[in-house]
């Protein structure tokens, strides 16, 4: 290596530091918001939700997540709501990076047009599971509140029913959302 980039190193590493001892453990809790798009659905759309942030060691923390979030498909024919409770083991390989993976349980309505309804079509609500990764970054805001980003990639497998007129036969239900919240220690 270089004198140069072995001098960048080291001037990132001390710029590190003090956030390394703000990356204490500890208990984090608050609200996130972000936007969504299902591969094959019409629009993105926004979701909610809270977070549950357990910092085991600083580069080590579990996450659980409870949220809401919808998508249209086929024109308008079906809207799929779903209410995720999720579990993620995150990894900081940085004070401030973190990624992870971890499993959902999607309480989910498939909730067709009237048109549907009115032939016989009833809604329905099922329980779905679904598997995710997760990057994203954590910023100290003051030493007991945090600020995080993140994109999430969901991997779902809903079954759609066969419906005349529209066009859901092949479409895939997978997602990405990006995500923005706020953390309080308590």
Do not use: C
């Amino acid at each position: 290596m270089t004198t140069k980039t072995n001098m960048t190193i080291i001037v990132a590493l001390m710029l590190m530091m003090p956030l390394s001892l703000t990356a204490q453990s500890g208990a984090y809790f608050g609200p996130h918001l972000g936007i969504q798009k299902s591969q094959d659905a019409e629009d993105a759309n926004y979701l909610g939700g809270a977070t549950l942030r357990l910092k085991l060691a600083p580069v080590l923390a579990i996450e659980g997540d409870i949220g809401y979030r919808q998508a249209k498909f086929g024109s308008n024919a079906l809207t799929v709501r779903d209410w995720p409770i999720t579990a993620t083991g995150l990894l900081y390989p940085l004070p401030i990076i973190y990624g992870g993976v971890g499993a959902g349980w999607y309480n989910t309505t498939f909730d067709y047009s009237d048109a549907y309804n009115d032939i016989g079509i009833d809604d329905e609500t099922s329980q779905e599971f679904g598997w995710h990764l997760v990057a994203g970054l954590e910023i100290p805001a003051s030493p007991t509140v945090r600020i995080f980003g993140d994109v999430r990639y969901v991997f779902l497998d809903y079954e759609f029913k066969e419906l005349p007129d529209a066009v859901l036969e092949g479409a895939e239900s997978d997602f990405y959302s990006i995500n923005l919240g706020l953390l309080f220690q308590f």
